[in-house]
């Protein structure tokens, strides 16, 4: 029976996985090459439990364990590897330092661990090929917020075997996740099926068929979605978009997915959504 996970990286997804895992009654240990994020993840940990245990989204009990079921690791040496079953890497979304860390931690696992990524737009199949064991490779694509999205899209690389896609999708449904299969194609279904639609929503705007705030009402309520796709990319980060739409751009080949010179444009003016206080809507606070 899976118990403990070793969860790499502790920015905005890795510390919500590490909380999820902790509150289902998973051992998660803890790790960032940062110890400033490291200690900051863990206030924001405590703080969101209390929030959910508050709300009544996490039971006493639960909220309680997170104490003995969060472990902090500042350095890798101090890590029981033995103890590890999973290992979810949530580091930067850059190819090379992924492959790094993999080189340094492989020595450390026992030949049954299974390392999975949380990579938005990187490759399974390519990462897995710089490991020693493409076999027990995966993605495993949580969504923000992690403790309140339910999706993870589980991400099955060329040769990733039947075990480690049954013992990952077990993993997702005790962090009280459904877990959704699909095959290694650049933007898997998730981004594949959204970025063109933001994308589109871009042109729109650039192109003057609406102002940003009819093209995401009009996409509210004529399609019933919970916000408009201009909002949405805000919510993302507009760099990000940007980034995933270039990836499914050069590796599918197909000009649909060109990125919109308009996002491009707000790249590079500093415009990338929530995080930097403007994107298509002014937040206020941040420059
Ligand atoms: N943010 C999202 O909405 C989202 C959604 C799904 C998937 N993802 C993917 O999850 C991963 C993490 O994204 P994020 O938004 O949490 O990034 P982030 O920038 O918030 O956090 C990345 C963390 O990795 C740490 N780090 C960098 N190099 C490291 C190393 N060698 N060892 C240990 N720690 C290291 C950094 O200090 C930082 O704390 C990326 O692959 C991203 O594509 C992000």
């Known amino acids: 029976m899976l118990d403990t996970v070793l969860v790499l990286g502790s920015g905005t997804m890795g510390r919500g996985i590490a909380q999820v895992a902790a509150t289902t009654g998973l051992t998660a240990i803890l790790h960032d090459a940062s110890a400033?994020?490291?200690?900051?993840?863990?206030?924001?940990?405590?703080?969101?439990?209390?929030?959910?245990?508050?709300?009544?989204?996490?039971?006493a009990e639960q909220a309680s364990g997170l104490k003995s079921h969060l472990v902090v690791c500042e350095s890798l040496d101090a890590v029981e590897w033995k103890r590890v079953d999973v290992?979810?890497?949530?580091?930067i979304e850059n190819f090379d330092a992924k492959t790094e860390l993999y080189r340094q931690i492989l020595p450390r696992f026992r030949p049954d661990t299974i390392l999975a990524s949380n990579t938005s737009s990187i490759s399974i199949t390519k990462l897995a090929a710089a490991t020693d064991r493409p076999a027990r490779?995966?993605?495993?694509?949580?969504?923000?917020?992690?403790?309140?999205?339910?999706?993870?899209?589980?991400?099955?690389?060329?040769?990733?075997?039947?075990?480690?896609?049954?013992?990952?999708?077990?993993?997702?449904?005790?962090?009280g996740k459904t877990p959704l299969r699909c095959n290694d194609m650049p933007g898997f279904v998730s981004n594949r099926v959204l970025m063109p639609m933001i994308?589109?929503?871009?042109?729109?705007?650039?192109?003057?068929?609406?102002?940003?705030?009819?093209?995401?009402?009009?996409?509210?309520?004529?399609?019933?979605?919970?916000?408009?796709?201009?909002?949405?990319?805000d919510f993302i980060?507009?760099?990000?978009?940007?980034?995933?739409?270039?990836?499914?751009?050069?590796?599918?080949?197909?000009?649909?997915?060109?990125?919109?010179?308009?996002?491009?444009?707000?790249?590079?003016?500093?415009?990338?959504g929530r995080k930097s206080g403007r994107g298509f809507y002014e937040y206020g606070g941040k420059a």
């Open 87 to 91: 290992v979810i890497e949530a580091i």
């Open 199 to 233: 994308n589109e929503a871009a042109y729109a705007l650039m192109e003057g068929v609406a102002t940003e705030k009819n093209i995401d009402e009009i996409m509210k309520l004529g399609c019933n979605f919970p916000m408009g796709p201009l909002t949405l990319a």
């Open 137 to 175: 490779f995966i993605g495993m694509h949580f969504f923000n917020p992690v403790p309140l999205m339910a999706l993870v899209e589980l991400i099955r690389g060329l040769a990733t075997d039947d075990v480690t896609c049954e013992t990952i999708e077990g993993l997702a449904r005790r962090m």
């Open 36 to 59: 400033a994020q490291l200690k900051g993840a863990v206030a924001e940990i405590e703080k969101s439990v209390a929030k959910l245990a508050e709300k009544g989204k996490l039971t």
């Open 237 to 272: 980060g507009i760099d990000v978009c940007v980034n995933i739409l270039e990836v499914m751009h050069r590796d599918l080949g197909d000009p649909k997915f060109r990125p919109c010179p308009l996002l491009r444009k707000m790249v590079d003016a500093g415009r990338l």
